[in-house]
């Protein structure tokens, strides 16, 4: 099933920031740079539901800045020790300057 593209943000906006937080059809997302790759997931933690904007990614890993869980952001999974869900990951793709999100095809790998 071909994905449901939607524009999410410039790749300017990412200047200054590693991540920024996007609302895109009514969904509370974030974007991640990481180097040259892009992540996108949800941005409430499936814990206990910190922004995770306000977190920080070295690795390809989003740090919650609540708990300091991470989630590997090809797949989602949490770290290891904690037993709540994995964070919803989105496809990602940039063309030119221009950021956009897969939402119809959603990865979601809950591994409660
Ligand atoms: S709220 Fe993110 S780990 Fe607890």
Known sequence: MPAHWVH???LEAFENRQ???VTVEGQHLVIVRD???FFAAE???PHEGADLAQGRC???KLHCPRHLA????DSGAVSPGWSFRALQIYPVRVVGSDVWIGL???SVKDRQ
């Open 35 to 37: 180097d040259d790759r």
């Open 58 to 60: 070295s690795g390809a």
């Open 19 to 21: 991540i920024i937080g």
């Open 70 to 73: 991470w989630f590997d952001l």
């Open 8 to 10: 999410a943000c410039r």
């Open 104 to 106: 119809a095809r959603a």
């Open 43 to 45: 941005r409430a933690c």
